[in-house]
Antibody, heavy 119, light 107 residues
Framework: QVQLVESGGGGVQSGRSLRLSCAASGFTFSSYPMHWVRQAPGKGLEWVGLIAYDGVNKFYADSVEGRFTIFRDNSRSTLYLQMNSLRAEDSAVYYC????????????WGQGTLVTVSS | SYELAQPPSLSVSPGQTASITCSGDKLGDKYASWYQQKPGQSPVLVIYQTDKRPSGIPERFSGSSSGNTATLTISGTQAMDEADYYCQAWDRSTYVTFGGGTKLTVL
């Protein structure tokens, strides 16, 4: 069965960096684009970005463009989110998700990891 | 930027039909997806490509779209359907956009 397990969340000061990981299993990771989606406490879902199956093409939300970088290691079936210049408004649960074959839809989600940015 | 609007809340009695709307510019020309999220849990995809159900999603969940509005319909709503529901669409300007979410209460 598809499993996505995020890790790396925690508390960090504003302006600092943090790297999240997402370990995938139960499917051929290297064949699927992957998403990051976040959810601030008590708020709705916000898409962060997507990386193509081969890691070449990447797409980001305007709110994180230039500060966040998505990359992947297909040999380790692991997705990453490098977050730099963190702000208080980046505080959220971060989910990784697999892209559905129809494109630009998340068909499986991890359990999420909480990032708290303090000023 | 592209935006999707949903009603913040909706209440329905058990066994009745719940219709959750999602509005966006020319949404009927795009594919809409819907996610269900229960408290403390990760979202679950319930509808993709406007009207398709993933494997394992009950038949009482259906989707449709017309004009600027996509609709998620839950027929014979059950207590277990109480959750937040989010619509989502792709647009070339913002890539993936989520609606603000609708809290469905079954009472």
């Amino acid at each position: 069965q598809v499993q996505l397990v995020e890790s790396g969340g925690g508390g960090v000061q504003s302006g600092r960096s943090l790297r999240l990981s997402c370990a995938a299993s139960g499917f051929t990771f290297s064949s699927y684009p992957m998403h990051w989606v976040r959810q601030a406490p008590g708020k709705g879902l916000e898409w962060v970005g997507l990386i193509a199956y081969d890691g070449v093409n990447k797409f980001y939300a305007d709110s994180v463009e230039g500060r966040f970088t998505i990359f992947r290691d297909n040999s380790r079936s692991t997705l990453y989110l490098q977050m730099n210049s963190l702000r208080a408004e980046d505080s959220a649960v971060y989910y990784c998700g697999r892209d559905h074959s129809s494109g630009w839809v998340v068909d499986f989600w991890g359990q999420g990891t909480l990032v708290t940015v303090s000023s | 930027s592209y935006e999707l609007a949903q009603p913040p809340s909706l209440s329905v009695s058990p066994g009745q039909t719940a219709s959750i709307t999602c509005s966006g510019d020319k949404l009927g020309d795009k594919y809409a997806s819907w996610y269900q999220q229960k408290p403390g849990q990760s979202p679950v995809l319930v509808i993709y490509q406007t009207d398709k159900r993933p494997s394992g999603i009950p038949e009482r969940f259906s989707g449709s779209s017309s004009g600027n509005t996509a609709t998620l319909t839950i027929s014979g709503t059950q207590a277990m359907d109480e959750a937040d529901y989010y619509c989502q669409a792709w647009d070339r300007s913002t890539y993936v956009t989520f609606g603000g979410g609708t809290k469905l209460t079954v009472l």
